[in-house]
């Protein structure tokens, strides 16, 4: 295991939040924006998976707050810097007054602070770098920067809310369909092909920091993006996504983990459906006809099909009522306004509700 997965390994709330008891009250808010407030949200759901988790972990008393709440009666708070974060606060409206105010509550706040999937940012440092731009609001100087720094400089980041034997590995997909007990890893634009080129007990020990050997359970998750973008450029792509299937049986089965249970693809949505430039690959929302398409995910979820029953794993199905008159994934069961990704009122588990999600009962 090389030292990032390591390091990622080490993350785990229920180890550096030894001292926050389980009666306390915890806030997670965003850092210089609010967190989303849409059910049909998946960078909510990234948040409310999490507050799941920390109940399961114990922690019950845990608030998802809102633009204008305050931190006052809070024990601790956790920061979620965004689902798209990627080391770099990204103000889309310069350091502004709202800016200012949600940095002059981390100011004044004395409780432990933690940051989810991330190291903290210097926030004291970032505004320097624009004290004197145009967007900055004139109410900078009431922040403490030196403070401020200090505070990020020990705020601990984590990735796991609790050491766990269950795993839910895959891309941007897989934690629709989390179950509680389960960690999970997502690695965003990971595609089975990769997985399975530098070898699925690579990939995953790499991401994820879990050793394989230590694991009961694995949901594994993964080929949405190379059926969306990659495999209908090829020559052979039936044939391509078939050796994929049985490459990733005989790659499973090395595994020698206890349970597994596979993923069936989504079914293909209509392909006047509006994608952000982000989901684009190649200047392309999607490369292929639908029907081309719809072919691949048959094939695979086949091939899963048989080789979970040779092998004794689970399937999961999505439900046939997601589909509409046309056989295709309808609109209403992925996020809104527009995505690849199902809406998170779809997911296996109703993340709002902390229960299993009745959209399930009938597949």
């Known amino acids: 295991m090389d030292s990032v997965a390591q390091e990622r390994k080490l993350k785990v709330f229920t180890d550096i939040a030894k001292n926050i008891p389980k009666n306390a009250k915890i806030g997670i808010d965003g850092l210089e924006r609010n967190i989303p407030t849409r059910k049909h949200s998946h960078n909510a759901a990234w948040v409310w998976l999490y507050k799941n988790m920390l109940h399961a972990a114990g922690w019950e008393n845990v608030d998802i707050l809102g633009n204008h709440d305050t931190y006052e009666g809070y024990d601790a708070m956790i920061f979620y810097p965004g689902i798209a974060y990627a080391g770099t606060i990204n103000f889309f409206f310069g350091v502004d007054d709202n800016v200012v105010r949600r940095f002059s509550r981390i100011q004044s706040f004395e409780g432990p602070t933690f940051i989810m999937n991330h190291e903290m940012p210097l926030i004291g440092t970032t505004i320097k770098g624009r004290l004197h731009n145009k967007s900055t609001s004139s109410k900078v100087g009431q922040l403490d920067l030196d403070k401020l720094d200090n505070i990020c400089k020990n705020t601990l980041g984590f990735n796991y809310v609790e050491k766990s034997t ?20 997502r690695n965003d634009g990971l595609t089975l ?92 929302p999607y490369y292929g006809k639908w029907e081309e398409r719809v072919k691949l995910v048959n094939t695979f979820n086949a091939a899963i ?26 609109f209403e069961f992925m996020e809104r306004p527009k995505s690849v990704h199902l809406s998170p009122m779809s997911y296996r588990w109703d993340l709002f509700n902390n229960a299993h999600n009745p959209r399930h009962n009938n597949k």
């Open 193 to 284: 092909f990769s997985a399975l080129r530098d070898g699925i007990k690579e990939t995953i020990e790499s991401k994820s920091g879990v050793e394989v050997k230590d694991l009961t359970h694995l949901t594994f998750y993964m080929g949405n993006i190379d059926i969306r973008h990659h495999l209908m450029r090829q020559e052979t792509p039936y044939e391509d996504i078939s050796s994929m299937a049985e490459d990733l049986n005989t790659q499973l089965k090395s595994l020698g983990v206890p349970n597994v249970e596979i993923v069936h693809t989504l079914p293909i949505e209509n392909i006047s459906r509006k994608l952000p430039k982000t989901g684009y690959y190649k200047k392309t």
């Open 305 to 330: 099909d048989t080789i979970s029953i040779e092998n004794g794993w689970k399937v999961f199905a999505w439900p046939k009522t997601f589909l509409n008159e046309n056989e295709e994934l309808d």
């Open 166 to 185: 269950k795993l839910c590995f895959g891309d941007s997909h897989c934690f629709s369909t989390w179950l509680p007990g389960y960690s999970v890893c």
